[in-house]
């Protein structure tokens, strides 16, 4: 069984800037897609942005040029970099990593942009 662990998020203004981590519990990290998500209150879970286990990065629009993704992979470690942050970014965000068919997600990290 894998874990998951998220952290980074907080509380910060708009146009600011947070660095959400998401560290796992396996050696074997490296070769995980790992998608990013993130949850508004009364809105569905949305999809921000994935890296696979080769580097291959996607970014869904309303975060494009403004987050970035990356990975540690000596510290079996993703990273989400936002930048100029939005009101409307505000969510929980999560982190979800897949390998061969096997799911894991890891419990939140709060992001919150105050105007």
């Known amino acids: 069984q894998v874990q998951l662990v998220e952290s980074g998020g907080g509380l910060v203004q708009h146009g600011g800037s947070l660095r959400l981590s998401c560290a796992a519990s396996?050696?074997?990290?490296?070769?995980?897609?790992v998608a990013w998500y993130r949850q508004a209150p009364g809105k569905q879970r949305e999809l921000v942005a994935t890296?696979?286990?080769?580097?291959?990065?996607n970014y869904a629009d309303s975060v494009k040029g403004r987050f970035t993704t990356d990975r540690d992979n000596a510290k079996n470690t993703v990273y989400l970099q936002m930048n100029n942050l939005k009101v409307d970014d505000t969510a929980v965000y999560y982190c979800?990593?897949?390998?061969?068919?096997?799911?894991?997600w890891g419990q939140g990290t709060q992001v919150t942009v105050s105007s």
């Open positions: 890296i696979s286990g080769s580097g291959e990065l």
């Open positions: 396996t050696r074997g990290f490296s070769a995980y897609n």
């Open positions: 979800s990593a897949n390998w061969l068919g096997h799911i894991y």
